[in-house]
């Protein structure tokens, strides 16, 4: 792609530019300005200057120095690892604690929460709302 780029500046480079011709301009019979690189005969013309055109820098030589992207790149690539493996330890220790109660309360039909520190023995009513809650958190976010 360099060298498709650095062919294409020398050819333009090396030829001449069309805008350096020279421009004449003058005004026809019905007041019309005209301009044209070739001057009308029987008319009163004048020569219009056209700026020269200004030489495209050199090409650089040597190619500039540019940070090492694959370095940063795997500094962020092990930085985003290490949140995943602390996610998934965490979704594990949560999976573990949840599938413990959900057996805790299928097979204890007395249990008992701590709630500001007293007991309170759930009812049947809460015991089973708790078992689906638990049942639809494990599906929702344990494989």
């Known amino acids: 792609m360099r060298r ?6 020398l050819a333009l ?3 001449p ?5 020279q421009v004449y301009k003058w005004v026809d019979a019905q007041g ?3 301009f044209d690189a070739q001057p009308p005969v029987g008319q009163q013309v004048q020569q219009i200057e056209t700026p020269k055109p200004v030489p495209a820098p050199p090409p650089q030589t040597a190619p500039q120095a ?3 992207p694959n370095g940063e790149q795997k500094a962020v690539d092990a930085k985003v690892k290490r949140q995943v493996e602390a996610q998934e330890a965490r979704r594990a220790e949560y999976c573990t604690t949840a599938r413990t109660n959900l057996a805790q309360l299928q ?3 007395r249990v008992r929460e701590e ?3 007293e007991y309170k023995r759930f ?5 089973q709302a708790r078992i689906t809650d638990l049942k639809k958190a494990i599906s929702d976010n344990c494989l």
């Open 66 to 68: 540019l940070p090492d």
């Open 4 to 9: 498709m780029i650095l062919a294409t500046t």
């Open 17 to 21: 530019p069309a805008y350096s011709a």
């Open 115 to 117: 709630v500001n520190g």
């Open 107 to 109: 097979n204890n039909p």
């Open 123 to 127: 009812t049947e009513e809460e015991r």
């Open 32 to 34: 019309v300005t005209h």
């Open 13 to 15: 480079a090396l030829t």
